[in-house]
Nanobody
């Protein structure tokens, strides 16, 4: 199994910036696509950004031009740089990683515990 640990959330004023990190750990696995999701109160969880193992990145329209995701495959770590934050970006942000167990070939969908991002107006 893969463990995902997010960090970097917090409280920021509108227009400010935050950087989230997600570190994957475990043994004998490979990480495929990694993604950031968020869930605001009373809303469904939505994709923010996703990075494939080949480095292709997709962003939600609502964050394009403001958020930048990157990935350090050697460290199994993913980042989300969030600039020009808006109150509507307030949510719990979750890291997700699709992994493959080397021994069995089984695929897993892994989630972090989430980190709160609050943007005040």
């Amino acid at each position: 199994q893969v463990q995902l640990v997010e960090s970097g959330g917090g409280l920021v004023q509108a227009g400010g910036s935050l950087r989230l990190s997600c570190a994957a750990s475990g043994s004998a696995f490979s990480i495929n696509t990694m993604g950031w999701y968020r869930q605001a109160p009373g809303k469904q969880r939505e994709l923010v950004a996703a990075i494939t193992s080949g480095g292709s990145i997709n962003y939600a329209d609502s964050v394009k031009g403001r958020f930048t995701s990157s990935r350090d495959s050697a460290k199994n770590t993913m980042y989300l740089q969030m600039n020009s934050l808006k109150p509507e970006d307030t949510a719990v942000y979750y890291c997700n990683a699709a992994s493959t167990d080397w021994a069995t070939g089984q695929e897993f969908d892994n989630w972090g515990q989430g980190t709160q991002v609050t943007v005040s107006s």
